[in-house]
């Protein structure tokens, strides 16, 4: 099993920036992507950015220009700089790591870190 702890949601003001961070522990061997996803009210879990263990990076088009993701595999922790922040973009925001067993894939979550953007 992994673990997945996220910190660093909080409440700021439209223009802010927040830093989150998610630290996956337990069985991290054979960990891959990583990355956010995030869940406003009433509306379906979408990916903000993802990350491989060798640097490939996608963003999801809300994010480009505004949020960074990084990852320091020997730490096995991912980041997201949110920069720039619109109250659109306030949502539960959820770690994901997919673990490779043996060519299977499987996906494990963080409990989710509220971000709330005022206007």
């Known amino acids: 099993q992994v673990q997945l702890a996220e910190s660093g949601g909080g409440l700021v003001q439209a223009g802010g920036s927040l830093r989150l961070s998610c630290a996956a522990s337990?069985?991290?061997?054979?960990?891959?992507?990583m990355g956010w996803y995030r869940q406003a009210p009433g509306k379906q879990r979408e990916s903000v950015a993802t990350?491989?263990?060798?640097?490939?990076?996608y963003y999801a088009d809300s994010a480009k220009g505004r949020f960074t993701i990084s990852r320091e595999n020997a730490k096995n922790t991912v980041y997201l700089q949110m920069n720039s922040l619109k109250p659109e973009d306030t949502a539960v925001y959820y770690c994901?790591?997919?673990?490779?067993?043996?060519?299977?894939?499987?996906?494990?979550w963080g409990q989710g870190t509220q971000v709330t953007v005022s206007s």
């Open positions: 994901n790591a997919v673990k490779n067993y043996s060519g299977s894939y499987r996906d494990f």
């Open positions: 337990g069985s991290i061997f054979g960990i891959n992507d």
């Open positions: 990350i491989t263990r060798g640097g490939s990076i």
